[in-house]
């Protein structure tokens, strides 16, 4: 069983800037595939982001690409998601995914875990 922990969420301006971290339990998080997604009322969740295991390769959503960042710590079990120049279509609430086998997570293919979710709230 892997539990994963977000924070980081908020209210912020657009144009603005957040960081979140999503903490992950078990010993082997370094060989964990990660990455994040997000939902908004009425609509599916959507791919955000994401970053494997073996070279820490990261993959973007084209909405997000070139003011998100991935990146993961696996001395703190740890992933974030660095978001600049957030607009207001970026409200969402944010959720951290694991597959703890470090299968590569797409956009149409997740792993078994994730957390409670954290809300990003832009305005405008």
């Known amino acids: 069983q892997v539990q994963l922990v977000e924070s980081g969420g908020g209210l912020v301006q657009a144009g603005g800037s957040l960081r979140l971290s999503c903490a992950a339990s078990?010993?082997?998080?370094?060989?964990?595939?990660m990455a994040w997604f997000r939902r908004t009322p009425g609509k599916e969740r959507e791919f955000v982001a994401a970053?494997?295991?073996?070279?820490?390769?990261?993959y973007y959503a084209d909405s997000v690409k070139g003011r998100f960042t991935i990146s993961r710590d696996n001395a703190k079990n740890t992933v974030y998601l660095q978001m600049n120049s957030l607009q207001p279509e970026d409200t969402a609430v944010y959720y951290c995914?694991?597959?703890?086998?470090?299968?590569?997570?797409?956009?149409?293919?997740?792993?078994?875990?994730w957390g409670q979710g954290t809300q990003v709230t832009v305005s405008s």
């Open positions: 995914n694991a597959d703890p086998r470090g299968v590569r997570i797409t956009t149409t293919r997740f792993g078994d875990y």
């Open positions: 078990g010993r082997t998080f370094s060989s964990y595939a």
């Open positions: 970053i494997t295991w073996s070279y820490g390769s990261s």
